[in-house]
């Protein structure tokens, strides 16, 4: 596999992240909060496709279409309960979402790092190097997403007020997009 190839699926694979990130980022998630988010993304985008190598198709396939199901009812979720505050003001989702800790925050990295279990399938019978390819894999993704974080903050204040309701949309799109 070249260097291009591995680039262009790292991209792939952290278009989802990047689209979570930027979704969150607008409803102003906190600092924190988000370098744990990238933190377990990177983790995740680097363990599942070394996971994937190892586990087999048929188990990816299982577990992969559950937590995809699972991972698009959460994010649905949180970008319908987004839209819906977003016209009350006062109120955010996402502070619910930063109260739920880590284990919220692992359910959602979790939900756009699956695709990257079902290509370490691939990886064995592309001859690509599993451990760079996954390392390369992570740094992508999470480079995505930290720059997600930093375009949110910088179209929050040119966004104002509907940076909430862009949000939401943009998190309902994702749990859509992960559903099909």
């Known amino acids: 596999m070249t260097a291009g190839t591995v680039l262009l699926l790292a991209g792939a694979l952290g278009t989802d992240a990047f689209s979570l990130c930027?979704?969150?980022?607008?409803n102003g998630f906190r600092r924190r909060m988000a370098w744990m988010l990238v933190g377990?993304?990177?983790a995740l985008h680097v363990v599942l496709p070394v996971a994937g190598w190892y586990a087999g198709e048929f188990t990816g396939r299982l577990v992969g279409r559950w937590a995809a199901y699972l991972g698009a009812a959460i994010l649905f979720y949180l970008g319908v309960k987004m839209v819906r505050e977003s016209l009350a003001e006062g109120r955010t989702a996402t502070g619910k979402l930063e109260r739920a800790g880590f284990l919220g925050l692992t359910v959602l990295a979790g939900s756009v790092s699956m695709d990257a279990l079902s290509v370490g399938f691939t990886l064995g019978t592309a001859g690509?190097?599993?451990?760079l390819t996954a390392g390369v894999i992570g740094l992508v993704a999470g480079l995505m997403s930290a720059a997600a974080f930093v375009l949110a903050h910088?179209?929050?204040?040119w966004v104002g007020r509907r940076a909430e309701l862009l949000?939401?949309?943009?998190?309902?799109?994702?749990g859509l997009r992960l559903l099909f």
Do not use: T, Y
Request: net charge negative.
């Open 22 to 26: 930027l979704g969150l980022g607008l």
């Open 40 to 42: 377990l993304i990177v």
């Open 128 to 131: 690509a190097a599993l451990l």
């Open 154 to 157: 910088r179209v929050e204040d």
């Open 167 to 174: 949000g939401g949309l943009v998190l309902i799109g994702v």
